[in-house]
T-cell receptor
Framework: GDSVTQMEGPVTLSEEAFLTINCTYT??????LFWYVQYPGEGLQLLLK?????DKGSNKGFEATYRKETTSFHLEKGSVQVSDSAVYFC?????????????FGKGITLSVRP | EAGVAQSPRYKIIEKRQSVAFWCNPI?????LYWYQQILGQGPKLLIQ????????DSQLPKDRFSAERLKGVDSTLKIQPAKLEDSAVYLC????????????FGNGTRLTVT
């Protein structure tokens, strides 16, 4: 079945540091890939997505590239801010049709200190 | 636009009691999802509705969990009787349609079973 594996956390960085959060997946066919973010006290929000191989999703300075050859979708940001402190979830959707449910990874907590 | 509304925000019950959660999706969103998020894990899909019909309930523990979306708008999720392992955050999400539309999540209901 479909699965998403995220690197173990938590991650603590200083402000302006470079961020990489690893995500690999197992799926049949050609899934769409997503990063969701959950800020403290808030619901999950879509951060970015990519729907086919070599696509790059980007938003709020975050980027992730759909790598089919390595089945990966790593999240990167060049310079993190304190306001980026949140829980980040990698997810996939392997069906574009009648059953487009999301399969999530475990999530990783990012803390950015001033 | 108004987001996905969920209530209650928190609920504490004893094992073997019953509990119900309510969700009001974004206006016009045909697809509604209930996810269970156990502490330290990613959200897991329990049930997916398209209008008032069930698309996927393969991971819903049907001996104790039930859900309905009678008029294709609001939805309720019920647990009867609750077990200790049901302690989790229950997330409701909605999307405009099937097939790759982004999911919009509510803030969730945190259930503690003692």
């Amino acid at each position: 079945g479909d699965s998403v594996t995220q690197m173990e956390g938590p991650v603590t960085l200083s402000e302006e540091a470079f961020l990489t959060i690893n995500c690999t997946y197992t799926a049949t066919g050609y899934p769409s890939l997503f990063w969701y973010v959950q800020y403290p006290g808030e619901g999950l929000q879509l951060l970015l997505k990519a729907t086919k191989a070599d696509d790059k999703g980007s938003n709020k300075g975050f980027e992730a590239t759909y790598r089919k050859e390595t089945t990966s979708f790593h999240l990167e940001k060049g310079s993190v801010q304190v306001s980026d402190s949140a829980v980040y979830f990698c997810a996939l959707s392997s069906s574009a049709g009648a059953n487009s449910k999301l399969t999530f990874g475990k999530g990783i907590t990012l803390s950015v200190r001033p | 636009e108004a987001g996905v509304a969920q209530s209650p925000r928190y609920k504490i019950i004893e094992k073997r009691q019953s509990v119900a959660f309510w969700c009001n999706p974004i206006s016009g969103h045909a697809t509604l999802y209930w996810y269970q998020q156990i502490l330290g894990q990613g959200p897991k899909l329990l049930i997916q509705f398209q209008n008032n019909g069930v698309v996927d309930d393969s991971q819903l523990p049907k001996d104790r969990f039930s859900a309905e979306r009678l008029k294709g708008v609001d939805s309720t999720l019920k647990i009867q009787p609750a077990k200790l392992e049901d302690s989790a955050v229950y997330l409701c999400a909605s999307s405009l349609a099937l097939g790759g539309s982004p999911l919009h999540f509510g803030n969730g209901t945190r259930l503690t079973v003692t």
